[in-house]
């Protein structure tokens, strides 16, 4: 018997877009889920605006006040799309509603925010995740797998970047609908919490926990004109960040983030060096998995890049034929189904707010490093 899922979408933006589509495509892909979401009510601040995307995408109705939204009693699940100055107050007024949780990254504007959001959901028992949804693209959950199995050894280095260009231009303003990403108010950090939380929490669930960092962080441009006020006013984020640290399993961290490299678009990339084994990882190409042997007969040893499209590889039985990729989009709809498959077993969908709280810590440790220009210890 398939039970319905009655899903509150609060923000209608890019994330919005990305998770209603999950929402809509995962029991096609995933019949087995006893779950089925139902596109129940979205909530946007401009009436036309959001009833044009309710009327779009298939929403049943619309709110324009979220409180309204979590009030509601249709509503089994909201989830949280909204920028993270919101993510707090909404969240434990959802949990305290009774309803689950699902969060977009990053969970908090700081750990102080994030462990009342954790006990918030924790008191209420209600089912919760955050959308670190990189974890979730078949080639990272396929190194995951070899970390897992050893295959990797001991391992020595972790490498990861994020890095992007879309804010070199000195008129780009802060603040405001499309551009409240360099309004610290709004965003909390700037590359830290939006680029580099990724990298993080891919690290942690790759690599285990990070005991200690040493940051540097940059504001390049160092006052920008408000898009709502339209006065010229202070940047407080971080442009650019680039921190090393120790991980609890002995071996070193090195990330990089910036919006100032030129020609970058979202180049996250990861590497990890074992004893034994070496993988590396491109969104930009995010259906390959670079994947070196030191087993391999040295006369054919080298880099092997792996085409992530095999039915045995991770989600990978759900889509197309051996040969035939899938795209950012898929590993929403995979968080969407593990999410599913764990209500019906009754497991927690990892990242939970808990673990998101991790991320959040090294945020801030990062942060602190770099303003204070000392080792910071987790
Ligand atoms: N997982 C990822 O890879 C990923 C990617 C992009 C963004 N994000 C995260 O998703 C969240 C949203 O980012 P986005 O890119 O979708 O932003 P966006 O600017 O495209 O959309 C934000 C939405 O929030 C709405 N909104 C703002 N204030 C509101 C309020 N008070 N009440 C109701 N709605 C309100 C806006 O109208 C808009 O629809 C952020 O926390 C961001 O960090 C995650």
Redesign the pocket.
């Known amino acids: 018997m398939s039970q319905p899922l009655r899903i509150g979408m609060?923000?209608?933006?890019?994330?919005?877009r990305v998770h209603t589509n999950a929402y809509k495509r995962v029991n096609d892909f995933f019949p087995e889920l006893k779950y089925r979401p139902i596109l129940q009510a979205v909530?946007?601040?401009d009436e036309t605006k959001v009833k044009a995307f309710a009327e779009q995408w298939g929403y049943a109705s619309h709110e324009t006040d979220?409180q309204q939204l979590v009030a509601r009693e249709d509503i089994d699940a909201v989830d949280i799309?909204?920028?993270?100055n919101?993510?707090k107050e909404i969240a434990i007024a959802v949990a305290k509603a009774g309803k689950m949780v699902l969060c977009?990254?990053?969970l908090a504007m700081d750990v102080a925010g994030g462990e009342e959001m954790c006990q918030a959901v924790e008191d209420a028992g209600v089912a919760n995740t955050v959308?670190y949804?990189y974890r979730r693209i078949p080639a990272v959950s396929l190194a995951k797998q070899l970390v897992d199995e050893g295959k990797l050894g001991r391992i020595y280095h972790y490498r990861s970047n994020f890095l992007q260009d879309w804010t070199i231009a000195t008129d780009v303003p802060q603040g405001g609908?499309a551009t409240?990403r360099l309004d610290s108010a709004a965003a909390g950090s700037g590359v830290t919490g939006?680029l580099l939380a990724?990298c993080i929490d891919t690290a942690i669930w790759l690599n285990g926990s990070i005991k200690d960092v040493s940051a540097m962080t940059e504001t390049f441009v160092k006052e920008r004109m408000h898009a709502e006020t339209k006065k010229v006013e202070s940047v407080g984020i971080d442009d650019a960040c680039a921190f090393m640290c120790h991980f609890e399993n002995g071996s070193l961290g090195l990330f990089e983030s910036t919006r100032y490299a030129r020609g970058h678009k979202a180049l996250y990339t990861l590497e990890i060096n074992g004893a034994n084994a070496s993988i590396r990882w491109d969104l930009h190409d995010l259906n390959r998995l670079e994947y070196f042997d030191h087993a391999d007969d040295s006369n054919v040893r080298g880099w092997r890049s792996i085409h992530i499209t095999e039915g045995e590889m991770p989600y990978m039985d759900k889509w197309w034929v051996p040969g035939l990729s899938i795209g950012y989009e898929h590993s929403f709809i995979h968080q969407v189904a593990d999410f599913l498959a764990n209500l019906e077993s009754g497991q927690p969908t990892s990242p939970t707010f808990r673990e998101a709280l991790e991320t959040q810590a090294v945020c801030d440790a990062v942060l602190k490093s770099g303003s204070e220009r000392a080792w910071v210890n987790l």
Do not use: S
């Not at 609060?10 to 919005?16: A, D, N, S, V």
């Not at 799309?81 to 993270?84: A, E, G, I, M, R």
């Open positions: 609060i923000g209608y933006g890019f994330m919005g909530c946007g601040r979220w799309c909204v920028p993270n919101l993510h977009e990254k990053p959308w949804n609908a409240w939006d990724h």
